[in-house]
């Protein structure tokens, strides 16, 4: 399976612009790039996807590389309800084995 | 109404106990999974099901079962409960063909 390697944490002042890095050296050519989040007590929800050009959607852009190496999740202007923890995520034959890394804990300070 | 539901949302038992755990789904989804998170730690994939005849292992799928009993229903079986198995358990569903999962509101489970 394709892995993805993230920071481990990263701080943000509120009301900043927010580059989240993913990288996936190992991605195929048919594995979509999957961005979830998990706030504090809730379970994971979908940020957005995409597969080879960029996405924007009304949370956050997604900026893929030419390569599709690595992508970055854009989070235009942060704030504190944004602070949580960041999965980066290759989706493979359709959401076969849906694998979770450990993530980007994102702090975002007043 | 939530369109994932998990029940119980939080239970507490004894080791050696059979637990099972239920996902049940109004969204007409094909796909569905259940994973477990320990505290710090992101989520692991323990099984997923593709559809009624179809289950795969996760990452973790020792000393658990699943039942997928019908489209919108999937459960997680534990069957003898050891301590190590305590964690926060989520449920989640998407379409067939791909694209976002949606995530149920966990089921905390702690064994003594």
């Known amino acids: 399976d394709a892995k993805t390697t993230q920071p481990n944490s990263m701080e943000s002042n509120e009301e900043e612009p927010v580059h989240l890095p993913c990288n996936h050296s190992?991605?195929?050519?048919?594995?979509?790039i999957h961005w979830y989040r998990q706030l504090p007590s809730q379970g994971p929800e979908y940020v957005i996807h995409g597969l080879t050009s960029n996405v924007n959607n009304r949370m956050a852009s997604l900026a893929i590389a030419e390569d599709r190496k690595s992508s970055t999740l854009i989070l235009h202007r942060a704030t504190l309800r944004d602070a949580a923890v960041y999965y980066c995520?290759?989706?493979?034959?359709?959401?076969?084995?849906?694998?979770f890394g450990p993530g980007t804990r994102l702090s975002v300070l007043p | 109404d939530a369109d994932v539901t998990q029940t119980p949302r939080n239970r507490i038992t004894k080791t050696g106990k059979r637990i099972m755990l239920e996902c049940s789904q109004t969204k007409g989804h094909d796909r569905m999974y259940w994973y477990r998170q320990d505290p710090g730690l992101g989520l692991r994939l323990i099984y997923y099901s593709f559809d009624v005849k179809d289950i795969n292992k996760g990452e973790i799928s020792d000393g658990y079962s699943v039942s997928r009993q019908a489209q919108a229903k999937f459960s997680l079986s534990l069957e003898s409960a050891i301590p190590n198995q305590t964690a926060l358990y989520f449920c989640a569903t998407g379409r067939l063909m791909g694209g976002e999962l949606f995530f149920g509101e966990g089921s905390r489970l702690t064994v003594l």
């Open positions: 995520i290759l989706e493979d034959n359709y959401g076969q084995n849906f694998v």
């Open positions: 190992t991605i195929s050519g048919t594995d979509y």
